[in-house]
């Protein structure tokens, strides 16, 4: 089975090694379970907003059908003060994109929620509180448009609000494999939901 991954640095796993980012380790948890999944493919690069990513699947197409589709994508966005409306109408684009990707059947696409970045040791000296906010709005508009497409949400914004030993990497900004592990297990269950359907 295919799996097709689209975001950004979280999906890329910046500062990670590769065995570490999330999608592979989601497939190798998948694998584990006996559905027989491809490494993912990955289309995502450290610092994409919504229209960046658009923009990379238009330089790189992918072909075929997908049996799996991720995406996540957003904090840059919300990083470069970028309007949330507009967020919507691009993240909705990039959404039905992800169904047509997956041969037109939204049951097959999961979308993880934005990271909290603010709690990171690299937001040291920002307002935490307003960041907090601000990827919490911008997360109620991706929760919406992905339950109304009819595609699987996975919340792993407050997993990103734990404090953990080792829960970022030495950036101070990204998430560790560990966090990764972690987000890979919350996507779980909609990930097997969506390769059974």
């Not at 991954?5 to 065995?19: H, R, W």
């Not at 990707?101 to 993880?112: E, Q, T």
Request: aromatic share 8%; charged share 20%; hydrophobic share 40%.
């Amino acid at each position: 089975m295919r799996f097709l991954a689209l975001g950004d640095s979280y999906t890329i796993g910046e500062k990670v090694d590769a065995t570490g980012r999330w999608p592979v380790q989601l497939a190798n948890a998948l694998r584990a379970k006996q559905l027989n999944v491809d490494a993912p493919e990955i289309i995502a690069r450290t610092g994409w907003t919504t229209d960046e990513l658009k923009a990379g699947i238009a330089a790189a197409p992918p072909s075929g059908r997908y049996d799996l589709v991720s995406l996540l994508i957003g904090v840059n966005n919300q990083y470069r003060g970028r309007d949330a409306e507009q967020y919507r109408a691009e993240f909705k684009a990039l959404l039905t994109q992800a169904v047509g990707f997956a041969g037109g059947k939204a049951s097959r696409v999961i979308v993880l929620s934005i990271p909290d970045w603010g709690v990171t040791p690299y937001a040291e000296g920002r307002d935490r509180g307003r960041i907090g906010a601000d990827i919490d709005h911008f997360n109620s508009i991706g929760r919406t448009e992905t339950l109304a497409a009819g595609a699987h949400w996975v919340d792993i914004t407050p997993a990103s609000r734990e404090e953990h030993a080792g829960w970022t990497a030495p950036d101070g900004l990204h998430p560790s494999a560990a966090q990764y592990t972690r987000w890979a297990e919350l996507a779980m269950n909609a990930a097997t939901a969506a390769l059974k359907k």
